[in-house]
């Protein structure tokens, strides 16, 4: 199925004592591109999300946004750091001895000093977090790509309703093409009767000119090319792969053989249907730029 490269999706849930929220917003890219904003102290989370986001998405500039907040409280050792300590104790004690002070130092009055302690918490479990990280993450995934697939879902039928506009302009064109070179014959005759008067007319010559017209005209071999073109496009918007790139190519053919079309048109209807067909080709082309 088609996606868009646009999409969003956010869960909030409690897992394993950790509030943990995941926002996913995403727009058009040529390839695929990763932004992300997590706590500082999870930055070994970032590597993580992107890999396992690019296995459920191939294109979008991708931004990513994780909060995780610890509800239950974690083991740590308060650890002393007796160097310091001891100085302190030494100051104080001297201090009330130099200006015949109250010693009364207590372990209370030493711990007023912070830098004294500190605070070493247990290593995280890199694993376990990442893992329940990623049971939220696969839940944004999921609400983010079915957004996905809806955008994807409403370029899928306007392609393809533009691809029915060009089919029948090239059905007009491929049955105008040879009244065309009639036409041309009618006017050859009578610009050379208009010279000649009633002399006899050279048919040689005039299916020589004919000829030559009609190879500068011929667009049989470009609108079989288009039509082929158009079936392939129809069949990859079937597809489940990611197919933007391909699409996008595959518009640029498509362009080409239009312009030559173009380019031998002798008749203003099928200049006109010519138009017609450039002006679809470029809508679907500017939708095609949405196509993951």
């Known amino acids: 199925m088609i996606k868009s490269m ?4 956010r869960v909030q849930s409690v897992i394993d004592g950790m509030n943990i929220t995941v926002e996913l917003k995403s727009v058009n890219h040529r390839y695929f591109e990763f932004a992300s904003k ?4 999870y930055g070994f989370l970032d590597d993580k999300i992107k890999k396992y986001i690019q296995t459920r998405v191939a294109r979008g500039k991708i931004d990513c946004y994780i909060s995780i907040e610890m509800l239950e409280a974690q083991p740590a050792d308060v650890v002393i750091n007796h160097t310091l300590a001891a100085g302190y104790v030494k100051a104080l004690t001297e201090l009330a001895k130099v200006y015949d ?104 010559r005039i299916l020589t000119e004919a000829a030559i017209f009609a ?54 209807e099928i200049a006109k249907a010519v138009v017609d067909i450039k002006a679809e080709v470029e809508k679907i082309r500017e939708q095609i730029q949405n196509i993951e």
């Open 6 to 9: 646009t999409g969003y999706g």
């Open 38 to 41: 997590i706590p500082r102290n």
């Open 101 to 204: 002070l109250k010693d009364d130092i207590t372990a209370t009055a030493v711990a007023r000093y912070p830098e004294i302690f500190s605070v070493r918490k247990a290593p995280e479990d890199e694993d376990k977090i990442f893992n329940s990280v990623k049971q939220v993450l696969d839940m944004a995934l999921d609400g983010f790509i079915e957004m996905r697939i809806k955008e994807g879902e409403n370029l899928r039928n306007d392609i393809l309703s533009r691809v029915k506009i060009i089919e029948e302009r090239l059905e007009f064109i491929e049955k105008a093409s040879p009244k065309t070179l009639e036409d041309y014959i009618t006017r050859l005759r009578q610009r050379i009767k208009d010279l000649i008067g009633d002399a006899i007319l050279d048919e040689q």
């Open 215 to 268: 190879d500068k005209i011929a667009v049989a071999e470009e609108t079989v090319r288009l039509h082929s073109h158009l079936q392939q496009l129809e069949s990859m918007m079937k597809s489940d792969d990611a197919v933007g790139r391909k699409l996008d190519f595959l518009v640029q053919e498509i362009n080409r053989e239009t312009n030559t079309i173009g380019s031998k048109a002798q008749d203003v």
